[in-house]
Structures are given as C-alpha cells and as structure tokens.
C-alpha cells in the first residue's frame, strides 16, 4: 500500500515568537519548532523508557561521572550538511551552556553549581563529563541539536539571540527533524514539507515522514479551532469539558474518533509577583510596595487559595472533567506525583480569617477591603486571551476573590504579550496561567530554582530569597545526584510538599487529555505521555 503523501492540518491559537529553540520559553513556540528539530535520546511515550535517537548508543564508566554517546553514522541537516560531533559540542558549550544567551535549559544540566564538560570523542562521538552523579542525564539528553556550520558565526558575532527570528525566512531554519518550514504566513499558518535528508525508516525500510505536507494553521481562540475541526479544515482538536457532551455523540456522523488520555500532564494557577527588584527602564518597583507587601505573605497566597471554588471550575468549565490540583506534579507523572501535599479546600471562612488576620478590613462598608495602612485590596490580573477555558477560570477566580473582599481587574492579552512581561519586563501583578510539566520532575528545575528563569514570581534571584526556596533548591541538587530511584522520589516528595505549603502558585484545576481526530490517518498510536501525534514521521493519510 503507497504511504506517501497527503497532509495534516493541525492548529493553535498563537504564533511562535521565533524559530530559535534554544531561546523558546512558550508553547507557541515549542509547538511549531518540534517536528523540526531532535535530540540525542527521547523517550518512548508509551513506557516512558529512554530510547536512542540522533544517537544510535551510549556507554558509561564504571561511576557514571562519564559517558560517551555515538551518533548514527549518515546523519545530514536538512540541508545537506553532514551533522556530526561538531555540532553536538557546538549546541552545548556555545549555546546552552553560554551565560550570554538566555535559555530554561541552562537550568536543567545545572549539577551542584556545575555544568558538565562536553567534548569531541571522535566524528561521531561525544564525551559528556560530570562533576558528580546525575539521574536525569538520560532524559536531558533531548536537548535538540542545532547546526554549528550555520550559527556559529553569529555566536561569535554576539547576534545568536537575534537569529533565527520570526522575520527569518523559515527555509533558512535547518533541523534534523522529520519536517522543515517552509513557509510562515503571520496570523494564518506555518507550513511544513519532508526533510528530504531525514534519518529514520519505517519497519519496512520506507522512507520517512510519509505525510508530504503539514499545516499549524494559526486561529484566534479554541472556539474556532472547534469550528474549523468540525467544518473539516483542521484534522484534530484538543477537547474542552464544555465541547465533550456535544463532540462525543457526533463522531460517526462527523467521522472522526474522540481519544480519553487520562489526567492531563501540566497544571493551572493563579501566581503573583513578589519581585521585590527595581524597574532598569523606569526607575520604578516592578511591584507597588504596598501589594508586594501583601504578595508576599503567605498567608494571602493561602487565602486565596481557600477561596477558589474548584468544583465550580471544573463543573463549569470542565463539564465534570477536571482534578483538583494542589500539588506541582500531576498524577500523569506517575511515580514522582506525591498525592500527600497540603490542600486547600473551599473555605471562604478559612480565607478571611487569614485576610483578619494580616490585618485587612472593609474600613469604609464599601465591600472592599482594605489592609491596615487603607490600602485598597486592588489588582490587575492577566491571562491571555486566546484562550477560551483559561478566560473562563480566571473569570471564576476573580468572581471568588470579589466575594472575599478583593477588587480584582481582569485584563486580557495576546499570549506572547503575556510570556513577555513574566520573563523580560516583569511589569504585572497577578497571572493566571499554565505549565505544561513532564514525567521527571528535574525538567522542570527551571521553574522551581531559585535561579530559574521560569521562576515566574521571582525569577533569577542571585540567592534564594526565602529559606524554603534554599531548601527547594538543595533538593533538586540531591534529587538530580541520586541514582536510586526510592530515594530520589523521598526528595521530589518534599519539595511537593513545600509547595504545597508556601504556594507561590495557587493551583486550580487539571483537566482530562480528550483529544479528537478525524478518521483518515494511519499508525495513531495514542498514549497519554506522547498524546495522539507522537510518532509523527509514522503516521499516513489512509486513503
């Protein structure tokens, strides 16, 4: 049967910031820069096992403090290019191990302070050299590999965090993934055909992808996403709990089969900013005194936290469909979830008692309160607008923080306007958003550090701000350092717990994976980890 050819439309409601991956810090990014780019291992997402990819094997010493990753011999960029060990060492010691570009995966391969040697073994070799045992090391290894005939130029120029930007013609941006872009229309769509020069084979020695074209087509909100899945213009759609009841009986009569995943595997919360720091371009605090005050109690992050109605949420805006959440890792992630965390169940008694207890108080019979120097109870709270079930949870989070006595501002922006001012202008108050989390929790060491770039309410802070951060960030280090796996679970256990109790993210709720897709592709293999399009390359239009 002839595999080759035909097309998947996929969609999302942002356009990606740029085609760099090393610089990517949002979805709308990852998610259209992933059929392009690939590291050395990746994992299996139906056992979760790591397995090889650009490289074919690896070996450790006897310690494990060294080891030696072979890549396939043959291996080219999508241009032609032969991609080697060069590149390999070039992507970590000249990109993500270089303090001058700012990138979340410098966090990952952090280990006790430092970072690993990597260096040439051969053409086709690579050595890594750890300062001490590193768990995750494996699993870090899908770190996508960028070519260094291309881009080392602009490292040495100084231009690397400009290159590869969205005004970049997208058949200059080179990968050694299944796919390339070939065209980016900004607002509609980003295109993509084969890599010509891709690596992988089917079973039967094909050549691979066998889709001749994709589509991310680019669309305001979920709700046309719904529209464009059910008119037959985009193949598949990630169901929300208010779609479910209306998609699921109509799969025949629309040909298309809904797929239940399981809980999903990132999380939804409501973060304030307790960046204490001065605005360099104002002169201004990123945050008025008086609410970083506030901010920084965690008595106020309780209090909401009692306040927020999650049954509502997830009746409302799941239709029944959701979790509670109140733990940084999803029960998705199986073995490192630790169900054993502080909850905060709906309490607005609980709530105001905490608020009495920092000292505010309706002064003036106005229905807002007011803390003890008669400051207003007043915020601004974000979230992006294009996306319809986060509108709606910030909705229910400001009507809960209303009847409690706040007055909360809902402001709605674009999703990159949004990423922008939580990781480079810092100018906001309070942020409903998502993570999008993982299997092993050191990947997301990035937000949990100190250190971190993504450690949205304070990022980058040259020292732990708060003893409980201390502690978190000592137990990443021994988490990473420790190759028994009861014991690294003991570590991740208590940093969930910590969370928990200090919550400088005021989880809601975690939604069901419901994915629905149009019934004209072959080699769907869905699996809650991987979702429904994990094996890409693999998958055919059936007729």
């Known amino acids: 049967m002839a595999r080759h050819g035909g097309q998947l439309v996929l969609s999302t409601t942002s356009d990606p910031r740029s085609f760099n991956p090393v610089l990517a810090k949002e979805t709308s990014t990852t998610a259209v820069l992933s059929p392009v780019f690939e590291g050395l291992t990746t994992v299996n997402p139906e056992d979760l096992r790591v397995i090889p990819n650009l490289a074919e094997r690896w070996e450790f010493s006897p310690d494990g403090l060294t080891a030696i990753f072979y890549l396939r011999p043959g291996l080219k960029w999508s241009d032609g290019h032969p991609l080697t060990a060069d590149d390999v060492v070039?992507?970590?010691?000249?990109?993500?191990?270089?303090?001058?570009?700012?990138?979340?995966?410098?966090?990952?391969?952090?280990?006790?302070?430092?970072?690993?040697?990597?260096?040439?073994?051969?053409?086709?070799?690579?050595?890594?050299?750890?300062?001490?045992?590193?768990?995750?090391?494996?699993?870090?290894?899908?770190?996508?590999?960028?070519?260094?005939?291309?881009?080392?130029?602009a490292v040495t120029a100084g231009q690397f965090n400009s290159t590869w930007g969205i005004d970049t013609d997208p058949r200059q941006i080179v990968g050694s993934g299944p796919f390339v872009i070939v065209r980016y229309v900004p607002g509609q769509k980003v295109e993509y055909a084969p890599n010509p020069y891709y690596w992988k084979k089917s079973a039967s020695g094909e050549t691979l992808p066998y889709l001749q074209r994709?589509?991310?087509?680019?669309?305001?909100?979920?709700?046309?996403?719904?529209?464009?899945?059910?008119?037959?213009?985009?193949?598949?759609?990630?169901?929300?709990?208010?779609?479910?009841?209306?998609?699921?009986?109509?799969?025949?009569e629309k040909d298309f089969t809904v797929y239940e995943l399981g809980p999903d595997m990132g999380s939804s919360f409501v973060v304030f900013n307790q960046n204490p720091g001065i605005n360099p371009q104002t002169k201004q605090e990123f945050v008025e005194p008086h609410k970083l005050k506030w901010f920084l109690d965690v008595r106020f992050r309780r209090a909401v936290a009692h306040a927020l109605d999650r049954q509502r949420i997830i009746e409302i805006v799941k239709n029944g469909l959701g979790f509670p959440q109140y733990s940084p890792e999803s029960p998705a992630a199986g073995f490192f979830h630790c169900p054993d965390v502080r909850r905060y169940e709906y309490d607005i008694a609980?709530?105001?008692?905490?608020?009495?207890?920092?000292?505010?108080?309706?002064?003036?019979?106005?229905?807002?309160?007011?803390?003890?120097?008669?400051?207003?109870?007043?915020?601004?709270?974000?979230?992006?607008?294009?996306?319809?079930?986060?509108?709606?949870?910030?909705?229910?989070?400001?009507?809960?923080?209303?009847?409690?006595?706040?007055?909360?501002?809902?402001?709605?922006?674009?999703?990159?306007?949004?990423?922008?001012?939580?990781t480079a202008t810092l100018d906001w108050e309070a942020v409903v958003l998502g993570l999008t989390g993982g299997v092993d929790p050191h990947f997301g060491q990035n937000v949990w550090l100190s250190s971190g770039q993504l450690h949205m309410w304070n990022p980058r802070q040259e020292q732990p701000a708060t003893e409980w951060e201390r502690r978190v960030d000592e137990l990443f280090a021994l988490g990473a350092g420790e190759l028994d796996e009861a014991r690294r679970k003991t570590y991740y256990d208590e940093y969930q717990k910590l969370v928990a109790d200090q919550v400088p993210l005021v989880y809601t709720?975690?939604?069901?994976?419901?994915?629905?897709?149009?019934?004209?592709?072959?080699?769907?293999?869905?699996?809650?980890?991987?979702?429904v399009f994990h094996n890409l390359e693999e998958i055919y239009v059936r007729d």
């Open 90 to 153: 070039f992507t970590f010691n000249d990109l993500i191990f270089n303090e001058t570009i700012p990138n979340s995966a410098r966090d990952i391969f952090m280990i006790n302070g430092q970072l690993p040697r990597v260096e040439r073994a051969g053409e086709l070799a690579v050595r890594f050299i750890l300062p001490s045992p590193f768990a995750p090391f494996l699993r870090s290894m899908g770190q996508e590999i960028l070519p260094r005939h291309l881009l080392s130029a």
């Open 509 to 531: 709720v975690l939604g069901a994976r419901v994915t629905a897709v149009r019934n004209r592709f072959g080699n769907l293999r869905p699996s809650t980890y991987g979702g």
């Open 350 to 422: 609980k709530a105001r008692d905490l608020l009495q207890e920092m000292g505010f108080a309706d002064r003036d019979q106005d229905g807002v309160l007011e803390d003890s120097d008669g400051h207003l109870l007043e915020f601004t709270l974000l979230t992006n607008a294009d996306n319809g079930e986060r509108v709606d949870i910030a909705g229910i989070v400001r009507r809960d923080l209303e009847t409690l006595g706040m007055k909360v501002n809902l402001r709605l922006v674009e999703f990159n306007t949004l990423v922008g001012k939580l």
């Open 214 to 252: 994709m589509v991310y087509m680019i669309v305001p909100s979920p709700d046309v996403e719904l529209l464009k899945f059910l008119e037959g213009s985009v193949d598949a759609y990630d169901i929300r709990g208010m779609d479910y009841p209306y998609l699921v009986p109509r799969q025949k």
